[in-house]
T-cell receptor, first 111, second 118 residues
Framework: GQQLNQSPQSMFIQEGEDVSMNCTSS?????WLWYKQDPGEGPVLLIA?????ELTSNGRLTAQFGITRKDSFLNISASIPSDVGIYFC???????????FGPGTRLSVLP | GAVVSQHPSRVICKSGTSVKIECRSL??????MFWYRQFPKQSLMLMAT?????????EQGVEKDKFLINHASLTLSTLTVTSAHPEDSSFYIC??????????????FGPGTRLTVT
């Protein structure tokens, strides 16, 4: 079945640094979603992408829908302590399919 | 908008008892709701997909008689863990797909329910 890989699995960065993470698929998707999960909470939708090449921002977060439609990227600029959490990507080909979720990237921000 | 609630947020029960978890979409109608399980430091594991008014579709390896799902309305789905055992202890998260988002159908997650079986 469809699988998503996220890279890196985990990362430790200094406060103020920029962060980049990506998500790759074995097949083409038409919608990409990025979520953040705080410890002990449910994931919260950060950004949704609907078109190949699309670049969308939400505050310090920017996500891009890869041209090949098999990948997506999430960047966080000027990280702060509250950026700590797990970032999940999810994608699907069409509405009739369930979203496939990646394994997550665990972000730690050092003061 | 797009708020999903879960109740209870935490529950402790004794082995052999049943526990019901509710998932509600507060400000939208959800034709489809999803139930996930998450172990510490691991990803989301989809357990089942439920559509309003029809039987849930369970993922491979998930016992439908143990994890009863009822999607009685466009805003409510329940998961009942029957005859719970300590190995059922986990973080259970529901999500709902907004009926109004057409082809895109983003999923919105509830805050999760921490189940501990003693």
């Amino acid at each position: 079945g469809q699988q998503l890989n996220q890279s890196p699995q985990s990362m430790f960065i200094q406060e103020g640094e920029d962060v980049s993470m990506n998500c790759t698929s074995s097949s083409i998707f038409n919608t990409w979603l990025w979520y953040k999960q705080d410890p002990g909470e449910g994931p919260v939708l950060l950004i949704a992408l609907y078109k190949a090449g699309e670049l969308t921002s939400n505050g310090r977060l920017t996500a891009q829908f890869g041209i090949t439609r098999k990948d997506s990227f999430l960047n966080i600029s000027a990280s702060i302590p509250s950026d700590v959490g797990i970032y999940f990507c999810a994608g699907h080909y069409n509405y009739g399919q369930n979203f496939v979720f990646g394994p997550g990237t665990r972000l730690s921000v050092l003061p | 908008g797009a708020v999903v609630s879960q109740h209870p947020s935490r529950v402790i029960c004794k082995s052999g008892t049943s526990v019901k978890i509710e998932c509600r979409s507060l400000d939208f109608q959800a034709t489809t709701m999803f139930w996930y399980r998450q172990f510490p430091k691991q990803s989301l594991m989809l357990m089942a997909t439920s559509n309003e008014g029809s039987k849930a579709t369970y993922e491979q390896g998930v016992e439908k008689d143990k994890f009863l799902i009822n999607h009685a309305s466009l805003t409510l789905s329940t998961l009942t863990v029957t005859s719970a055992h300590p190995e059922d202890s986990s973080f259970y998260i529901c999500s709902a797909r907004d009926r109004g988002t057409g082809e895109t159908g983003e999923q919105y997650f509830g805050p999760g329910t921490r189940l501990t079986v003693t």
